[in-house]
């Protein structure tokens, strides 16, 4: 009696699930990640509650005629904050020896990086978001008679758009050095001390690019293509610069 073996051949109509996380998930997780530790959550809530706060101070020797200014001004600060709020997203996990954890659960870095920006993107606006209207209350609530409500609209769709934009920022720059305090050393000292200081010598260089000038501008409805483009390089290359690097850093 002879035996015939029959090879075994895959069955490519069967659907291989993946053992990973997937993308909402990951997103979920890393959202989660950053409001886990205490820098998280102090970062969090300094970018909710700084402005409102420096709204409230200012209107106590002034009053507010126009809307857009004042929203404006806190979307630069709120979006100066969220900086931190991205660094230590992405650096943090190599500060503190966790990126092992990370890549390991998925080994695809770029889907990693890019799940971390997604996050820190949506706590992002949604923190600035809380700020603005809080900032908006108060501006109606002190303002002058005639307060302005024109560009309203724009100052706070601004003011939410920038703070997903600085979070990723910080995110790619984070990334890119892998270490928390160099990475906000680096990032404010270009934003609050080279950049005024580029716009004190060549105005119109400096606006090209500063941020943070750039979201006071563009709330305020002026120099909405410089201003934009501003905003959208500086994200654009902090984020291919995380990129490049992560993928040839070595986790140890």
Known sequence: MTTTL?????????????????????IGLEMRKSLSHRSGKA???????????????????????WVAGPIGMVGSMTGLV??????????????HRTVQTTFLLVP????????????V????????????????AIVAAVGADGLSW???????ATAVGTGAAFSVIGAGVGAAMANTPAALTTLY??????????????????????PAHATML?????????????IGGWMAVASAAGWILTSRRAVQ
């Open 43 to 65: 970062f969090a809530l300094s970018a909710a509650l700084l402005g409102p706060i420096g709204v409230a101070l200012a209107a106590t020797d002034a009053t507010f005629g």
């Open 82 to 95: 969220l900086v931190a709020l991205g660094v230590v997203s992405t650096a943090g996990e190599w500060t």
């Open 189 to 210: 000292l270009l934003i609050m001390g080279v950049l005024p200081m580029v716009r004190m010598w060549n105005p119109e260089l400096g606006e090209w690019l500063d």
């Open 108 to 119: 695809d870095r770029g889907r990693v990086l890019v799940a971390k920006s997604v996050a």
């Open 218 to 230: 563009l709330a305020q409805g002026e120099a909405e293509t410089r201003s934009l483009v501003a």
């Open 121 to 136: 993107a949506v706590l992002g606006a949604a923190l600035a978001a809380v700020a603005a209207v809080l900032s908006l």
């Open 150 to 156: 024109d560009g309203a609209g724009q100052a706070m």
């Open 6 to 26: 029959i090879p075994l051949v895959p069955d490519s109509s069967v659907e291989v699930r993946r053992t990973g996380p997937s993308r909402t998930t990951l």
